[in-house]
């Protein structure tokens, strides 16, 4: 056993915040996903990691570093389409919901494919009629279009494929989220240093102390729970890989979430604005929390892992 | 990074699981809650039975009788412990997890060779005579005194929060030596024979009633300066090193425990609101075990556990509460009985957010130390 990151996975985790920190500063990141950001992305090997012989536990090192940069898009799906379709892709899950659909990112996409219990549906983009934009999306860089009626697809995979996606996609997703609650983190941190009120630092003030402390240990808590899930599902045997899944995408949700919430309190009235940056990384993790299960979903899926 | 166990810790655990098979039917029935001359006899017999079969002091040197196991070792034999429903540490928990791994790292060879083999054998249990009532989480604050007279030291004053001191053979002693010096330096670190003259000890009772808790009272109480472990006055770093112990290594026993008891509780569970708080709990607590597993694979490659210790202390902590709150719920009437393993469990749990560092004190400092946020500044009559 050695839990820890390789000597690989650290030169991967350098090279991708390396990308971020390059090619997506938060000035790009706020203009939103778009085809450039694609091409950028797809170059550096992110969404061909599979492909490429990583396995899950790489690409959660990788998605680790988008979430912390909140880098836009729907990359997600585009590493698990890898391989399967070649075009700019997005993913819309419709088991258990209802129209209207809130289909992502339709204004740049080539394909959406259609996620149902039983199988994977491939749409062209262009067919989907009567889509409406939402004026306002929740998250900024998520742009959403309401969608009534879907077109027809073609049937891309199985039941068995979609399970796969349902695991490998939740964990990947957990490592942005878990990336997402870490910059959390160290903004509010950087924040409480810095912002003097009464004379001194807030940071020195105990009530604002114990928040960024349960930052901290809610995010490490969340990646430790990630990494496990991406090791049982590149080597099954040595644990549930159902149970470990479902309990790193509740605690990554919950983790990005609550630290977004309690980076808003940290940093005070400037916190509530447009400009500061926290509200990009709350409103995604809201978003995210909407895909490949919630925190509630997941946590129900725990427990019946567990025998009653 | 990965997650498998190899070969030569499944081998182990082979081993351990059949050596748990035949002797856990030998051993006598459990006493009772309360009776602590029982409790003693129980916990240092399985003691000895650990001892006997090389498997006591799993991690502690083969020099000082231990097993010298790996890091993930160690964790099987939780894993397998657990799941075999063995004994827990029970009274040796001073001895074995506290007082024995300071000895071994700050005594000298006289010390070592005296106290160490008695532990391991179970043979001497041991208490903690650290808190006093004016030193909680102020801990620097502690007034217990010990004056130089001749070779002896004559200790005077009151420790409180004293686990096991009723039935103890030695005590774990803070004492202030250097009153002139400020608080963290006027500190020494005294083993205490807990049948020296001067000595009263009172059980306290808990929320729980009879409990292993005591007050001790010292009136010039004679230590012999031999007895001092480590330099005097340098007590204070002494103690840390017994915390880094206690927060690092003493709470994934009851992590292991804590999911155990979640499974159990599963069995229980029937309601959809309580299988749905039960699944996050779990969730919670496999969390904080794969951190467990991060600090052990860094204390195999750098021999501490790291900063991944004070997290899981203040993680575990706080689920495990979460657990207990949700059993008493589950149970619902069936919780009016004390003597319930959830209700006892819940109870006793209150507890972990307070012993060993208050959840505050940890939140102080996984702040200072982690974060690097400045102190709070002092407040200052004026």
Redesign the interface.
Known sequence: ??????AD?VALRHGIRSLCEGRFPIKRVRAGFDRGAHAELAEAGVFSLRTDGFGV?DAAVVFEELGRAVVPGPLVWLYLANGLVDAVVGGLEVARRRPPWMVEHLDVLDTLLVVDDDGVQSVAAGKVAGALPVARPLDPLTPVHRVEQLPAGELVGEADLVARWRLEGAVVTAAFLVGAAEAC?ELS?AY??ERRQFD??I????A???L???M??RA???R??V??A???L??P???DVT??V???K??AGEAAITNGKTATQVHGGMGFTWEVDVHLYLKRAWALDTVLGSV?E???????T??? | ??????ES?EAFRAELRSWLARSLPELPSRPSWDDWAGRRRFDTDWQRRLFDAGYAGINWPREYGGRDASP?EQ?VFLEETTRARAPYVGVNFVGSLHAGPTIMTEGNDEQKNRYLPEILRGDEVWCQGFSEPGAGSDLAALRTSAVRDGDDYVVNGQKIWCSFAHIADYGELLVRTDPDAPKHRGISWLVLPMDTPGIDVRPIDTVLGSSEFCEVFLDDVRVPVANRVGAENDGWRITQVTFAFERGTAFVSELVEARRM??DL??L??DPAH??????V???L???W??T??N???A??DGSPGD?AL?VK??YSESRQKLGDLSVRVLDRSALDIDNEFVVERLRTLALTIAAGTS?I???I???R????????QWTSS
């Open positions: 056993m050695d839990f820890e990151l390789s996975q536990a983190t941190v409480a240093k001194r630092p940071g020195s003030f105990q604002i102390k114990h960024l402390a349960d901290l240990v490490e808590v969340a430790a729970s990494h496990a991406a090791c049982t590149d080597d045997d040595v644990g149970r470990a479902a309990g790193a509740m605690l509630d997941h946590a129900d899926a725990v427990a019946a567990v025998p009653g | 990074m990965d997650l498998r166990y190899s810790d993930s964790l979640a499974e599963a069995g569970a029937r299988r749905h708080e039960l699944g996050h779990v969730a919670e496999d969390g904080v794969a951190l597993k991060r052990v694979t860094r195999a490659r991944g997290m203040l993680a505050q940890q939140r102080n996984i702040s200072e982690l974060l690097g946020l400045p102190r709070e500044q």
